[in-house]
């Protein structure tokens, strides 16, 4: 079965992002894949800093989302967009994922990997801007993102009071992604 780690690269409590990479993964899982929805404000992270790391090691949590990411086939992520880029949060979390412990090889959290990229915002662009720099990251990591990619715009009007969406053609559109990845996963698995 292929497994699928989903996040969002924001801390807001109530991000259209993670309530975006959530309808992705429901898709995924309709497609058979198991799922597993993390919140990177979860791991407990210092900013990543190579003295810090020679003096203390990794962190137990960056260990622990870095254990996550390898165990996983590959991954769901939807980005807000913060001045063209993803957040420090995001990057923090992937900076320290990438250092290499033990006898692993090199980028073990990235490489051979296969990803799903979306963004959120309530501008016109969906974020579409941090999709670009997302992939450019993702794919130097080693990580495969496929071709397709969804940016929602106007993303607060997507959804009711109650966090659920009410845009019928973007639930689909998610869910597709979701589906994809699921298909990607499991022909290169095969």
Do not use: C
């Not at 190579?50 to 990794?58: P, Q, S, T, W």
């Amino acid at each position: 079965m292929v497994k699928i780690l989903a996040f969002a690269g924001s801390g807001r409590k109530d991000s259209v992002n993670k309530k975006v990479v959530a309808i992705a993964a429901k898709g995924a899982q309709e497609a058979g894949a198991e799922v597993t929805i993390v919140n990177l404000e979860d791991f407990d992270l210092p900013i990543f800093n190579e003295d810090l790391e020679v003096e203390k090691g990794m962190p137990v949590e960056a260990q622990n989302f870095k254990e996550l990411l390898i165990s996983h086939d590959g991954f769901l992520i939807s980005s807000p967009e913060y001045n063209s880029s993803y957040s420090s949060l995001f990057k923090n979390a992937i900076d320290w994922a990438s250092r290499k412990t033990a006898d692993e090889a090199p980028m073990a959290a990235y490489r051979g990997k296969v990803a799903a990229i979306m963004a959120a915002s309530p501008g016109g662009l969906g974020g579409m801007r941090v999709l670009v720099v997302l992939r450019m990251l993702l794919e130097n990591l080693g990580t495969m993102v496929l071709p397709n990619q969804k940016a929602v715009g106007g993303a607060f009007s997507k959804f009711d009071s109650t966090g659920n969406i009410t845009d019928e053609k973007t639930e689909a559109a998610l869910k597709s992604l979701g589906k994809e990845l699921v298909e990607t996963l499991t022909k290169l698995k095969n």
